[in-house]
Nanobody, 116 residues
Framework: QVQLVESGGGLVQAGESLRLSCAASGRVFSINTMGWYRQAPGKQRELVASATSGGNTNYVDSVKGRFTISRDNAKNTVYLQMNSLKPEDTAVYYC??????????WGKGTLVTVSS
């Protein structure tokens, strides 16, 4: 079993920053992609950013230039640095891990609230 534990969410004002962390534990091996999704009230879950084991990153257009994803492969940890936060970034943020054989795991989520 693999467990993903997120941390770093909270309440901030527009323009401020937050850093999310997600640590994977358990039978962790053959990790391909680690990433962050978010789900706002009444909306579908969407991919925010992802990073492959080879260092390729991908971002949804709405966060490009503001968010940065990074990984510490030795610690099986992924981070999401979120700068210049906007009220529309308010959502529950979920960590996701996918192995090379296609198995996916989810964290329980951490709430990010951005006030205007």
């Amino acid at each position: 079993q693999v467990q993903l534990v997120e941390s770093g969410g909270g309440l901030v004002q527009a323009g401020e920053s937050l850093r999310l962390s997600c640590a994977a534990s358990g039978r962790v091996f053959s990790i391909n992609t680690m990433g962050w999704y978010r789900q706002a009230p009444g909306k579908q879950r969407e991919l925010v950013a992802s990073a492959t084991s080879g260092g390729n990153t991908n971002y949804v257009d709405s966060v490009k230039g503001r968010f940065t994803i990074s990984r510490d492969n030795a610690k099986n940890t992924v981070y999401l640095q979120m700068n210049s936060l906007k009220p529309e970034d308010t959502a529950v943020y979920y960590c996701n891990l996918r192995t090379f054989n296609g198995i996916g795991y989810w964290g329980k989520g951490t709430l990010v609230t951005v006030s205007s």
